[in-house]
C-alpha cells in the first residue's frame, strides 16, 4: 500500500516535471536553442545568455548575415534591444562592437581567452550584432557578385535580416529597438532607420517599436567631415600652419576631382602624420607585439590597426576568431570560407558613389517621424572629429526650426566632465565624449556607458556632479 506522503512527493515530482518541461517549451519557442552559446573558449562564467548564427536574407542565392546577440545582466525581459553596426564600410560589428568595444567581453593579452568588459552595454539593453554586408566577417554569399554593394542594398539585407531574426526571437518584437553604431554607420543605420519606418508605414500587420538611433563619430557628409580631419591635425600641433592654411585655400573637398597639385601636395604633407600616430585614438601609441612586427613600416601597422583602440586588441582578436573552437562554439564559419576571419573585409567592392550621399536629409525625415537622434563624438578622433559633426547636427536642427533647449554645457560622470553636449528640440541631441576617439565605448567605456544608459531610458545627461554631502 503507498502511503499518502508517497503520493504528495510523487505528484511534487510530477508537477516540477511538468514546470520544467513548459519551460523548455517555452525557451524553444520564444528561442532558438540552436543558436545558443553554451560557453566561449576561456570565457568567464557569467549568468546571462547568448546566441549566434546565420539568418538568410536571399535564399536563392545562399545570402546569410551572421549575428551574434547576447542578452541583458540583469531583468533581459524588461531591458530593450539595441543593435550595432560598425561601419568601414565592410568591417565587422561581432569584431569591433561586441568584443573590442561595448559587449560582454574583451580577448585576452594570449588570444586565447575572454576577460569580462565591466561597463559593456548589456548593463542597460539586450544587444545585438550583426556582420553587414554579406563578405563581412563570416557572412556571406554563394554569388560572388553580391559582394559588389553598397548602402541601398545593405540597407534592404538588414531589413530583411530583422524581420527574419524576428521569427526567430519571437519574444523580442515587441520591445523598444534602438538602433545605433559607428564611423560608416553614420550611412547605415539612417539609411536603415529610413526603410523600416517606410515597411512601418506600409505595414498592416507587425511594426518594428523604433525608439531612437545614436551614432558615433558619424560619416554624414563627406565634402565636410574630410577637411575637418586637417583642422584637427592642426589644432593638436600635429601640422603646421602653413600646410592648414594651404589647405583650407586651395582645396574644393566638394569636387575632388578638380584637386590642385598644390593642394595634393599640402594633403600628402599633412598625412605623413599618419604613418607614426593612430589616427583613430591621437592619443594613443603604435603596437608592436613582436621583433618581427617592430620591422615593418609604421604606416602598414597603422593601416592594419585602423579600428582598434587598446594598441594591440586587433592582434589579440584576430587570433582568438580564427581558432577553429571558437567558430564551432560561435556556431560561424558553417561553409568553411576559404580565407581567415578579418575585422575589415578584403573581398568587398562597396560602391564609392555611396561615400558622397548627405545623411543629412535622411536625418530630417526620421527627426520628424518623432525618432530621437543622438550624434556623439569622442574628442580624441581626428578621422571625423567632433567639429564637424556638432557644425552638421546644428545645421539640421536648423533646418528642422528646432530651438535650442539645453544650451551647449558640460555633462558629469563620477563627479568630472564627461563631456559636453546640447539638445535641439526634444529629439536632436549632439555629444561629446571626453578623452574618448573614434570608437567612443572603448576609449572611454565608464563614460560612453552613462551616456547609452541615459539615451535608451530617455533621461537626460546629468549637467552636474553629484558630490557627496562631506563635499
Sequence with gaps: MVSCQTIVVMMMVVLVTLQWLGYTCSFAEGYPEDDLVVRLPGQPKVGFRQFAGYINVDSENGRSLFYYYVEAVKEPDTKPLTLWLNGGPG?????????????????????????????????????????????VGWSYSNRSSDYNTGDKSTANDMLMFLLRWFKRFPELKSRNLFLTGESYAGHYIPQLADVILTY??????????????????????????????????????????????????????????????????????????????????????????????????????????NMGVD?????????????PEVQKALHANRTRLPYEWTMCSNLLNYSGIYWNIDMLPILKKIVQSQTPVWIFSGDQDSVIPLQSSRTLVRELAQDLNFKTTVPYGAWFHKEQIGGWFTEYGSLLTFVTVRGAAHMVPYAQPSRALLMFSSFVSGRKLPNKPHLSIDD
Design 91 to 135: 568591417c565587422s560589428s561581432v569584431g569591433g562592437g561586441a568584443f573590442t568595444e561595448l559587449g560582454p567581453f574583451y580577448p585576452t593579452g594570449d588570444g586565447r581567452g575572454l576577460r569580462i568588459n565591466s561597463m559593456s552595454w548589456n548593463k542597460a539593453s539586450n544587444l545585438l550584432f550583426v556582420e553587414s554586408p554579406a563578405g
Design 200 to 305: 512601418n508605414s506600409r505595414s498592416s500587420g507587425f511594426k518594428f517599436n523604433i525608439k531612437g538611433i545614436a551614432i558615433g563619430n558619424p560619416l554624414l557628409k563627406l565634402h565636410r567631415d574630410y577637411p575637418a580631419a586637417y583642422e584637427f591635425f592642426w589644432s593638436h600641433g600635429m601640422i603646421s600652419d602653413e600646410v592648414r592654411l594651404t589647405i583650407m585655400s586651395q582645396c574644393d573637398f566638394a569636387s575632388p576631382q578638380n584637386m590642385s597639385k598644390v593642394c595634393t601636395d599640402a594633403i600628402i604633407e599633412a598625412r605623413i602624420v599618419t604613418e607614426y600616430v593612430n589616427y583613430y585614438h591621437v592619443l594613443l601609441d603604435l603596437c608592436y607585439p613582436s621583433i618581427v612586427q617592430q620591422e615593418l613600416r609604421l604606416k602598414k601597422m597603422a593601416t592594419k590597426m
Design 311 to 323: 594598441v594591440c586588441m586587433t592582434y589579440e582578436r584576430s587570433f582568438y576568431f580564427n581558432l
